[in-house]
């Protein structure tokens, strides 16, 4: 699955990431609206760039998700791939022609949010994120709140507007 995410954030393939794609790939990743992290996690799986999944593709991406282990033998694990291909064939190829469109991933996501990774997992998950942004950011808590949060948003984001021009008045006054 690295190896997808990092195609993705390769926007120009010249098999490197430069600052600017991986500033975009981390940016999609962390704050992308809903649109963004569809087209994202469908780049991502789209291994071979035909604009549709196929089985094949499915069965790759979900690769090594599992592991034997708890009671399981490699044999129930590999039933276990092909059933799980199997359910994500039914829930994300809208009109059963064998192939998953963009449209038709799209449309089952909006559906179901879950089906967003059910190729595999291919997005950080909000612990992470607010990990990250606490090492790069002096506010990570404004980043992240609504993440965790589902208070009223326009009244926090208004306090913090408030809070940050008066920490920026208050350093303003120190610099004068």
Not at 62 to 78: N, R, S
Not at 92 to 118: E, H, K, S, Y
Not at 136 to 162: I, Q
């Amino acid at each position: 699955m690295l190896d997808l995410i990092f195609r993705a954030f390769d926007q120009n393939g010249d098999a490197m990431v430069d600052a600017s794609e991986f500033i975009k790939g981390l940016s999609v990743m962390i704050r992308g609206d809903a649109e963004e992290i569809i087209e994202f996690c469908y780049f991502v799986y789209d291994m071979n760039g035909d604009h549709s999944l196929g089985r094949e593709e499915l069965e790759q991406c979900l690769k090594g998700c599992f592991f034997p282990g708890y009671g399981l033998d490699v044999d129930e694990l590999e039933d276990a791939e092909r059933d799980i291909v199997d359910i994500a064939m039914k829930k994300l190829d809208i009109n059963r022609d064998g192939v998953i469109t963009f449209d038709d991933f799209r449309t089952a996501v909006r559906r179901d949010p879950l089906l967003i990774q059910a190729c595999g997992p291919c997005l950080v998950s909000p612990k992470s994120i607010s990990r990250f942004l606490f090492t790069v950011t002096w506010d990570y808590r404004a980043y992240t709140s609504e993440l965790f949060d589902t208070t009223d948003t326009s009244r926090k984001s208004k306090s913090r507007a408030s809070r940050l021009s008066s920490n920026h008045s208050s350093h303003s006054d120190k610099l004068n």
